[in-house]
């Protein structure tokens, strides 16, 4: 990575954040200890980031509903800012998740998967880079990568139970899994972007970050509410329904493996994405759907969170019939009488010859 050599600033931040020793688990509650919200620079006293490569032209930054927005004209440049969780001797956490939603205006070229934006992870045996553009997601070496992405914020997940195997994943849809087994002495997670390379880069670059969180794998979350609320849903509601909206009563994650549908009759609708909401608090998810509730059935959503399944079960109506009055059956009746009789009249037999 290019530093340039008059715009490297850093500030040294203490943030004594492991004070609390957090259960390793395989459940994907979120024992929640750094959040960065976008709703001021991360280059601002008091939001834990050291500044590693600057803003500057080429580049603006600013903030937008709540967004912190990175944008570069025609000669983009390296952007990072750092956050140091732990150092030697400070103890690293026993496990530990990444979460950040962002969206660029960039799609990937043909000829690089390293020239938007990027978010790193050291800890413990682990090095790893997400590298984003609007379209795709790749890894650190272009392995492994999510593609086909829709231009909008996407959720973002790096995942670790132990410090050497880990999990990257866009949306709840898991992209790459190994295990990495070196030896820092930094626990850190850095963002930023590149502004593009010279030649590959479409047009101007902007990437908008919702929010950068750090924590830690619990247990023991549970589910307290779902909208639509569990029940009875008529067909004009189950037509809307694209995705279900699940709160829980602390920070708390699902994979989409994590989520099974069954229905008492009928294809049940697919899962295709779990994520946040714009600006979403870290207990509430929304759970994407593909394919409509089959009618006449109900439909039941269990979530395996680690401690037990959870399930909400939705029942959708049979569409309604109109009713017929007894008039108009006999109107109907009538008709066909008529109809009857008009066609017996025009099938005579044929007359013999003479």
């Not at 307290?224 to 920070?251: E, K, M, Y």
């Not at 697919?270 to 394919?291: I, S, Y």
């Not at 569409?319 to 006999?330: M, R």
Request: proline share 8%.
């Amino acid at each position: 990575m290019h530093h340039g050599g008059g715009k490297r600033m850093t500030r040294t931040v203490g943030i004594g954040i492991f004070a609390i020793c957090a259960l390793a688990a395989a459940a994907r509650a979120d024992g929640l200890f750094f959040s960065y919200e976008g709703d001021v620079l991360p280059g601002d006293p008091g939001t834990g980031f050291d500044i590693h490569d600057a803003c500057e032209p080429d580049c603006s930054e600013h903030i937008e509903n709540d967004h912190y927005v990175l944008e570069w004209g025609t000669m983009g440049d390296v952007v990072q800012f750092s956050l140091t969780i732990s150092e030697d001797p400070e103890p690293a956490p026993e496990s530990m998740w990444v979460e950040w939603r962002f969206r660029s205006n960039q799609p990937v070229p043909t000829t690089s998967n390293t020239c938007d934006a990027r978010l790193t992870v050291v800890y413990r045996g682990i090095v790893e880079i997400a590298q984003m553009f609007q379209d795709a997601v790749f890894d650190n070496v272009g392995t492994h990568s999510a593609l086909g992405l829709t231009p909008e914020f996407h959720t973002y997940r790096f995942e670790s139970p132990d410090g050497q195997n880990f999990t990257l994943s866009v949306d709840g849809v898991i992209f790459k899994t190994d295990a990495h087994n070196s030896s820092f002495l930094v626990t850190a997670v850095s963002f930023g972007g590149e502004g593009g390379c010279p030649g590959v880069r479409p047009q101007p670059v902007r990437n908008e970050w919702d929010y950068v969180r750090v924590g830690t794998l619990g247990s023991g979350e549970q589910l307290v509410s779902a909208d639509p609320p569990a029940g009875n849903l008529t067909p004009a509601q189950a037509n809307q329904l694209s995705s279900i909206i699940l709160t829980f009563d602390q920070p708390a994650y699902l994979y989409v493996n994590d989520i099974t549908v069954t229905t008492t009759g009928g294809t049940p609708p697919a899962v295709t994405a779990a994520r946040r909401l714009d600006n979403g608090a870290p207990e509430v998810l929304e759970v994407v759907l593909h394919g409509p509730l089959p009618p006449g059935e109900t439909t039941t959503f269990t979530f395996d969170t680690g401690t037990g399944p959870q399930s909400v079960s939705y029942f959708r109506e049979q569409p309604e019939v109109p009713a017929t009055s007894a008039w108009g059956l006999a109107a109907m009746g009538f008709l066909a009488l008529i109809l009857s009789f008009f066609l017996l009249r025009g099938r005579r037999p044929a007359e013999r010859p003479q």
